[in-house]
Structure formats: C-alpha cells, structure tokens
C-alpha cells in the first residue's frame, strides 16, 4: 500500500509540470502559423500609346507584374473595344473592334503554361468595364522557374481591327485587365 502512494505522489509531481515557487519563474508556450497562397497584380506600363492607324488590325502590348508565394499562377486577360474620346456612352461613333479571333498573348518572363500548353489565350466571354465592353480570355496555368513563387512581369498582347475606311478621326481608347489566380 504504500508503494502505490509512493508511485502516485511521484507521478502526480510528474503531471504536475515543473511549476515550483521562486524568486523568478518562466514557462514557454508552443505557438505556429500557417502562411497561405496568396497573388497580387500590379501594372507597369499604365498608358500605353498605340500610335496611328488608318485602318487594319493592330496590336497593343502592356506590361503588368504579378507577386505569388506559389510558384504555379493562372492568367486570364480582359481587353475592351476602343472608343473615341474615352467615351463609351456615344452611340454616334462605332468604337474600334477587339480582334476576338487572335486571343491574348500572356508572356511572362520565367514562365511557361504549364502541361506544354499555349500561351494565347482566347476569349470566351463578354466584359464590361465602367461601360467599355470587351471580352476576357480563359485562364492559362503557368509555372514560374523560379524557386518557390512568381514574381515578374507579364506582358500582355491584345490586338484590335480599325476596318472602317471613313472612321472619324481622333483618339479612340479602352482597357486591358490581367487577372491573376492561384492555379485551380
């Protein structure tokens, strides 16, 4: 009987940790955190001039930079038609067309889509921006050759058709987007 009380009383102390009165004391508690995904797209090139055209397809390119702490990113570009005077509410003069039929060249410096995929994107569907309506393209899963994440420019390629021979004269202008997703 006694050595049970013994075992139990040394076990107790056990259990008990090692919380004992002094004249200073400190314990440590185990802390963590989970760092997760997370993407961010910025532009480089805001204003981008186009130059002059009479009449044909022309192209534009952007450039953009995308920040990931994962090393695959998924692309996707938005390019809206170009209007006179910036303004999308004028139904007297017929913006300038997105050349749909060519998709949008996403190339980023140290990166390729992934699975030997293409790095055109093609538009899949109607986008209005503040009024300007365009399309976006699909997305494209990209791996970076960097170790660990992705960051580094993107430039971007869209293209649009000025075909009408008597289009009034001035500046016609819209957007291009670059959405920027972990890859799904």
Known sequence: ??????TFICVGLLLAGSAMADT???AWGHVYVNVVSNVAVSVITSNVALGSIQTGVFPGEITFRVDANSEEV???VAATQLYKG????????????LEQ???ALIEPTNASPMNGGSNTAMY?????YNGFLGFQTEYISFESSQPGYFSQPVFVTVAWNQDDSEKPQGQYSGFVC?????AF
């Open 178 to 182: 670059l959405f920027a997703s972990l």
């Open 124 to 128: 899949t569907a109607p986008y209005d």
């Open 101 to 103: 039929s060519l998709g």
């Open 24 to 26: 200073t004391s400190y």
């Open 86 to 97: 910036d303004d999308p509410t004028n139904p007297t003069v017929s913006p300038i067309a």
């Open 1 to 6: 009987m006694l050595a049970r009380f013994v």
């Open 74 to 76: 998924a692309l996707s």
